[in-house]
């Protein structure tokens, strides 16, 4: 007789539920990843354009100025967009991190159950095998007195 746990079933949803949770929390992080590369490269942008700004500062005509600052407010609000985007990625990040730990500990509730089941099952079939080395026992020392 080989052991069956009668929720295996349930134990691989909730294995699967884990996996589910883990590969949306990659995918999450991997978007924040590149939204903070692009972030950066604004940044590096924004940088490069106030030096090279910086070293034409006595040559500008108000033309020149006022695209500079429409410029350098456009990189702006593109930053506190992806500024913004970062902080709705982390708050969602940290809902699925919690999604993840219930799912976890589902799994590892119905893993408990399947390992004392596992050791009930052991002890049965232990108690079985003990039944039958007593049985043989008391047959072969029944045969011994009659041979006496």
């Known amino acids: 007789m080989t052991f069956y746990f ?7 949803l909730k294995e699967k539920e884990k996996e589910q949770a883990l590969l949306e929390l990659g995918e999450i992080g991997r978007k924040k990843e590149a939204i903070m590369v692009e972030h950066r490269s604004l940044e590096q942008k ?9 070293t ?8 020149d100025i ?7 407010t456009y990189i702006n609000q593109q930053m506190s967009q992806l500024e913004e985007q970062i902080n709705l990625i982390d708050k969602e990040m940290a ?6 730990l219930d799912k976890q500990k589902d799994e590892k ?11 009930k099952y052991v002890q049965k079939q232990k108690k079985i095998e003990q039944d039958l080395m007593d049985e043989i026992a008391t047959i072969r020392h029944f045969h011994q007195r009659l041979s006496i």
């Open 6 to 12: 009668p929720y295996i079933h349930i134990l691989n």
């Open 46 to 54: 924004r940088n490069l354009f106030l030096q090279q700004a910086e």
């Open 56 to 63: 034409r500062k006595g040559t500008a005509s108000i033309a």
């Open 66 to 72: 006022q695209q500079r600052n429409e410029y350098l």
């Open 95 to 100: 809902n699925k991190k919690l999604d993840l």
């Open 109 to 119: 509730t119905w893993n408990h159950l399947r390992e004392k089941a596992f050791e």
